[in-house]
T-cell receptor, first 110, second 112 residues
């Protein structure tokens, strides 16, 4: 079955540490997105990519970085510059229709 | 600028009762409209979508939504709610450039 796979499901970060969240899709979608979800705030866009080797900042890109070296993959790195990284992170992709979402990664601080 | 408003943060309904979740949007052209559902700790699942044509769209799990251009609304409805419908519901607008804008969500509680 086609879909989006996010890993790991749970992730813990130590102070000063960078961590990378994985997002892989086999839907042959060109566009991929990263969202951050906090209680009561809905989804906030971190980064998005419309095509391989190109990506744009979303509304809350500070403290995050991405790469898009392959169509199938769009990893998100939460850097030590992100002072409040505890949240639920969702990856999505789309072709010509609606977005499809992964099951999310919950990131917490140790 | 595009935006989506879900006026109700939280709604409680009795099992078997009807449900309507409100969604208003601001968008210059004809929007692409979506409703998603999210269970705790899960991703978002698409319930239904409107691109064009019939303004009453049917979705999965017995949900439907009606696009009303004059009111800039896309309200989600279900005639009889089941306990398993308890979840967070998100309305979203998409444009032709694959940009999407989400409301802040409505949390649904179903009481027996």
């Amino acid at each position: 079955d086609g879909g989006i796979t996010q890993s790991p499901k749970y992730l813990f970060r130590k102070e000063g540490q960078n961590v990378t969240l994985s997002c892989e899709q086999n839907l042959n979608h060109d566009a991929m997105y990263w969202y951050r979800q906090d209680p009561g705030q809905g989804l906030r866009l971190i980064y998005y990519s419309q095509i391989v080797n190109d990506f744009q900042k979303g509304d809350i890109a500070e403290g995050y970085s991405v790469s898009r070296e392959k169509k199938e993959s769009f990893p998100l790195t939460v850097t030590s510059a992100q002072k409040n990284p505890t949240a639920f992170y969702l990856c999505a992709s789309c072709g010509t229709g609606p977005q499809h979402f992964g099951d999310g990664t919950r990131l917490s601080i140790l | 600028a595009q935006s989506v408003t879900q006026p109700d943060i939280h709604i409680t309904v009795s099992e078997g009762a009807s449900l309507e979740l409100r969604c208003n949007y601001s968008y210059g052209a004809t929007p692409y409209l979506f409703w998603y559902v999210q269970s705790p700790g899960q991703g978002l699942q698409l319930l239904l979508k409107y691109f064009s044509g019939d303004t009453l769209v049917q979705g999965i799990k017995g949900f439907e939504a009606e696009f009303k251009r004059s009111q800039s609304s896309f309200n989600l409805r279900k005639p009889s709610v089941h306990w398993s419908d308890a979840a967070e519901y998100f309305c979203a607008v998409g444009d032709t450039g694959n940009q999407f804008y989400f409301g802040t969500g409505t949390s649904l509680t179903v009481i027996p």
